[in-house]
Nanobody, 121 residues
């Protein structure tokens, strides 16, 4: 599985962005997809995942502001980010693993290249 993330950019606090992750491969629907982020000097952290069956998980820090969704026919996963805060500034990565989602980065086999999100105050 090859992943390519896009959609990052510079936005003011309170604004919105939608990240996209395009995946290759015919078995996309069998993979759980996760979005992670890594801010400078910090560890990579899970933002959200969506399992192959469609169940979702969100980190407490983004619950109610971010929404993860997948489009299996188009082999894409999205992260809609609303009410952005300066602390959301990070490089965002999409990741994939077979089946159900996982909380840790080590649980994901495939990674995209990352897209930078910068939220100004």
């Amino acid at each position: 599985v090859q992943l390519q993330a896009s959609g990052g950019g510079l936005v003011q606090a309170g604004g919105s962005l939608r990240l996209s992750c395009a995946a290759s491969g015919r078995t996309f629907s069998n993979y759980a997809m996760g979005w992670f982020r890594q801010a400078p000097g910090k560890e990579r952290e899970l933002v959200a995942f969506i399992s192959s069956g469609g169940s979702t998980y969100y980190a407490d820090s983004v619950k109610g502001r971010f929404t993860i969704a997948r489009d299996n026919p188009r082999t894409q996963v999205y992260l809609q980010m609303n009410s952005l805060k300066p602390e959301d500034t990070a490089v965002y990565y999409c990741a994939a693993r077979w089946g159900s989602g996982a909380l840790g980065a080590n649980g994901y086999e495939y990674w995209g290249q990352g897209t930078l999100v910068t939220v100004s105050s």
